[in-house]
């Protein structure tokens, strides 16, 4: 039988937030089993950033990462955000190593083409590029490998990519050594049947249902390509994938986390 392996991603609400942080780096290094911990940057980079007098420009909600950028995300997301969770986590005797996809060519990606925006050194991971080998064998030695949300293309290049993406190109790629789950925490507690009531997570979503949440509403605007991805992961290998709030990461034990997302 496979063993366990969590691949956990937290966002900037988390990171921006030293309690928060603080509690979940503790809850992290106490959860049982094989784990990866993938991090976003959340505003510490914008505010380096202005303090540098780079101006951080946003489309849509997406950072435009220029040459200037780029440096400033990979100094404070793969440096300074990076380390100072890697720290945490040894502060709590879990065995963390950081890691940026260039980091023993772990994960490649490739620059995104230009459509009818220029992102810049913003990076698609490229399918099969994740190095499941040497991550293993890292997991193996017993450590925790800490990513950032840096890749690389194999030619010299370091580029900007989505944490959310990272850890499900990690979650698939490990699938077939490890029985997998796929953790995103956030700031709701799951999937919420109504947007206003805290109460009101779904436990479980099955494929099927997906549709109809679309088609009735319940799941809307930002959900839909959070839970449009989540399946593809399932559909992909990953044995589930949870979704809910940071404080609550230890309920993943007794299957009670946020929602469920299933085959």
């Not at 698939?172 to 956030?186: D, I, N, P, W």
Request: aromatic share 6%; proline share 2%; glycine share 10%.
């Amino acid at each position: 039988m496979m063993s366990k392996l969590w691949v956990i991603k937290i966002g900037g609400n988390i990171i921006d937030h030293p309690e928060a942080l603080g509690r979940f780096l503790a809850h992290f290094a106490v959860l049982r089993g094989n784990k990866i911990l993938v991090h976003g940057g959340g505003k510490i980079a914008t505010r380096m950033a202005s303090d540098l007098g780079i101006t951080a420009t946003m489309v849509e909600g997406r950072r435009i990462t220029d040459e200037a950028m780029l440096r400033v995300v990979t100094m404070v997301y793969a440096g300074l955000t990076n380390k100072q969770v890697v720290a945490g986590l040894q502060a709590n005797g879990c065995n963390a190593i950081g890691l940026s996809g260039a980091d023993g060519n772990t994960i490649k990606a490739i620059k995104r083409p230009v459509a009818a925006i220029d992102y810049g050194y913003v990076g698609d991971i490229l399918p099969n590029s994740v190095d499941a080998d040497a991550i293993g064998a890292l997991i193996g030695a017993g450590f925790t490998p800490v990513f950032s949300a840096i890749t690389h293309d194999g030619n010299g290049q370091l580029l900007n990519t989505n944490a959310d993406t990272i850890a499900s190109a990690l979650a698939v790629a490990l699938a077939s050594r490890y029985q997998t789950s796929l953790v995103y925490c956030f700031e709701k507690r799951g999937v919420l049947r109504d947007v206003n009531d805290e109460t009101s997570a779904i436990p479980e979503i099955r494929t099927a249902e997906f549709e109809a949440l679309k088609t009735s509403g319940i799941v809307a605007d930002g959900m839909i390509p959070k839970l449009h991805n989540a399946f593809e992961a399932i559909a992909k290998g990953v044995d589930e994938v949870c979704i809910g709030h940071a404080d609550d990461l230890l309920l993943l034990r007794e299957q009670r986390f946020g929602t469920r997302l299933i085959k």
